[in-house]
């Protein structure tokens, strides 16, 4: 019998649903704006109609239940999210009871981190499916991190294990969005990128990006230097090999730590792929004891945003089994 759930991605600009059919992937797909500014209340009522929207593609009575992946922390019950970055006016919100409230649906409707449904659905449906084991990185606003253990996510102690973007590389550098200083996030993560890069490469007259980011760089981007990159211009080459440099010394610290050896990458500033993965893969090698080295691989999840809902719709599935 065919297996259904409906997978919605929490983001602070568009929340995106999908019906997904267990084992084939998302056979419809769709999305709205956040709104995030219009308060809590609102963008679960969108969350509400994206569900109805899937519900109605869906045969009669398959739909098995609601996932939801959403940024910030989630307890261990996996019903309640907790002060999520660029949802403003948030603090701790019930969405299993919001949800249900709405919906009337007695189906089981499991809330989970972003960055460890984007995990959950490499393992299953994307870069990830040949390793049972391995740390899923998400490179875009933040820098998210799950830990995926015999294709199941494990989430410590309290819900909130893999938060490997706050894992410090400099404890006198620069301060992530949580306030945590010379994280990975203070270096990858998107706005704090473009930040480095503009300042430079403002005074810097030989890269091309002058013409493509505006005055003093203004409107650069993790994406303006990827394409600045593949058309040979170096500064915006060294630029990202600076960044991969700093990533492949926290995979460093992971691998020592748990001894996984498989890393997925996703994420919007992921697209960089090796110029900044490449530089990542050489600082392992520095930078890792050599009775670890073997068997390191970092791998670019291919399938993009998406793993973050299919991981989503997948919680129910495993959930089903589980019980």
């Known amino acids: 019998m065919k297996r259904f759930a409906i997978g919605i991605d929490l983001g602070g600009t568009n929340v995106k649903a999908a019906l997904v059919e267990r084992g084939e992937g998302a056979t419809n797909q769709t999305h709205r704006a956040t709104d995030a500014e219009k308060g809590p209340d609102h963008v679960i009522d969108v969350m509400v109609d994206l569900v109805q929207e899937m519900w109605s593609h869906a045969p009669e009575d398959d739909i098995t239940g609601i996932g939801i992946g959403a940024p910030g922390n989630i307890n261990w019950d996996r019903t309640t999210l907790s002060y999520p970055p660029n949802l403003h006016g948030w603090d701790s919100i019930n969405l299993q009871d919001e949800m249900q409230k709405r919906l009337g649906a007695l189906v089981p409707i499991i809330v989970e981190n972003d960055a460890n449904v984007a995990g959950l659905g490499s393992a299953h449906y994307g870069a990830g499916r040949p390793h049972d084991s391995f740390i899923m990185l998400t490179l875009g606003t933040g820098v998210g991190g799950a830990i995926i253990h015999n294709n199941k996510i494990f989430r410590g102690t309290t819900g909130s ?163």
């Open 161 to 323: 294990a893999g938060e490997i973007g706050h894992m410090s590389i400099d404890y006198e550098g620069p301060v992530d969005r949580s306030g945590v200083a010379g994280s990975i996030e203070a270096y990858l993560g998107q706005n704090h990128l473009s930040q480095h890069a503009r300042e430079r490469l403002l005074n810097d007259d030989t890269t091309i990006l002058h013409q493509m980011a505006g005055p003093d760089l203004e409107y650069l981007t993790p994406k303006m230097l990827h394409d600045a990159a593949i058309r040979g211009d170096q500064s915006a080459i060294d630029i990202l090999s600076w960044a991969g440099h700093k990533l492949g010394w926290v995979i460093s610290s992971v691998v020592h730590l748990l001894d996984i050896r498989k890393f997925i990458v996703g994420g919007g500033v992921s697209a960089a792929g090796d110029y900044i993965l490449g530089p990542a893969r050489k600082a392992i090698q520095q930078s890792v004891m050599p009775g670890m080295r073997s068997d390191i691989e970092i791998i670019q999840e291919t399938l993009g945003n998406q793993v973050g809902i299919l991981g989503a719709a997948h919680l129910i599935f495993q959930y089903l089994d589980e019980h």
